[in-house]
Each structure stands twice: as structure tokens, then as C-alpha cells.
């Protein structure tokens, strides 16, 4: 299967920035669903940004205009910009990737086939 390497979190304090990285270990079409979800402790796992197979992106409410989702296909690459990062914001990331295509402004969590380690964001106030 394809392997999904997350990087790039760390502990920072509120209204810092970070960007988050994930590299696919084979290609994959660019117009598949991608994807960077989360999980707080205690809390269900939840999209928190897409590209739509349209090439369109989308972002939860919770986040949108902070958080901005990017991919470099040449490198088989799928990042995560974070601003002004908020300390309800402190969670693993996760991103993931989908063997078809997804249209809709909100993907499915079973579009998404292939999902990486995570890496960790904290944040402080």
C-alpha cells in the first residue's frame, strides 16, 4: 500500500504559524481525493481541509482562513500551511490520500484510503 509520511508539527504558542508536510511513497494521481484531517484526545477524528478532484479546496469552518491546503504533485508531496494557530487547534494531523475521485464540498472519511502516521501539533496559549 501507499505509505504517507507526515512532518513538520511541533509546539508552538498561540497566533505562530506552521506548515506541515506529507510525501507519498509512490505516485498518485493528482486529480484523488487529499486530504489533512485531525484528532484531539477524547475527540472524534474530523477533515479539517481537502482538494476536491476538481482541484478546488475546502476547509471546515473551524479553520478556514487559517489553515491552507497545497500539494506539489512533482513531488509527490501534500502540505499544510497553519496561521494563527489557536490552542483548540492542538491535535495529531493526519493527511490522507484516496484511490478515486471526490466532488462534493465535504468528503467522506471512506473516499480516503490511505492515511499517514500523523505528527503533532500543540499549541499554547
Known amino acids: 500500500q501507499v505509505q504517507l509520511v507526515e512532518s513538520g508539527g511541533g509546539s508552538v504558542q498561540a497566533g505562530g504559524s506552521l506548515r506541515l508536510s506529507c510525501v507519498a511513497s509512490?505516485?498518485?494521481?493528482?486529480?484523488?481525493?487529499m486530504g489533512w484531517f485531525r484528532q484531539a484526545p477524547g475527540k472524534e477524528r474530523e477533515g479539517v481541509a481537502y482538494?476536491?478532484?476538481?482541484?478546488?479546496?475546502t476547509y471546515a469552518d473551524s479553520v478556514k482562513g487559517r489553515f491552507t491546503i497545497s500539494k506539489d504533485y512533482a513531488k509527490n508531496t501534500l502540505y499544510l500551511q497553519i496561521d494563527s494557530l489557536k490552542p483548540e487547534d492542538t491535535a495529531m494531523y493526519y493527511c490522507?490520500?484516496?484511490?478515486?475521485?471526490?466532488?462534493?464540498?465535504?468528503?467522506?472519511?471512506?473516499?480516503?484510503?490511505?492515511w499517514g502516521q500523523g505528527t503533532q501539533v500543540t499549541v499554547s496559549s
Open positions: 490522507a490520500l484516496g484511490r478515486g475521485y471526490c466532488w462534493g464540498d465535504v468528503p467522506k472519511h471512506s473516499d480516503f484510503d490511505y
Open positions: 509512490t505516485y498518485a494521481y493528482s486529480g484523488y481525493c
Open positions: 482538494i476536491l478532484s476538481s482541484g478546488r479546496t
